[in-house]
């Protein structure tokens, strides 16, 4: 992937993870990202955050996609 920008960050990899393959549906690759210690201290990722990225030319895009699903969840 080219250059990535961190568009949202959840409180854990679940969500992380359905917002990833939301995109990945939509035709945008996303990476999640945490930084748990390879799963040995799972409570680094409320702390820490888990990170969705994307490539930059899909950012705008994205951000979209995630916003709408937002809106229609609350």
């Not at 409180?11 to 799963?39: F, M, P, W």
């Not at 820490?48 to 705008?60: I, P, T």
């Amino acid at each position: 992937m080219e250059k990535t920008v961190v568009i949202r960050t959840f409180s854990n990899e679940i969500i992380a993870r359905i917002a990833s393959a939301h995109l990945e549906a939509q035709g945008i690759e996303a990476v999640v990202h945490k930084d748990d210690c390879g799963g040995a201290y799972p409570q680094l990722q409320m702390s820490m955050g888990v990170r969705l990225l994307v490539a930059d030319h899909d950012q705008e895009q994205a951000e979209a996609m995630l916003q709408e699903v937002e809106n229609t969840s609350t």
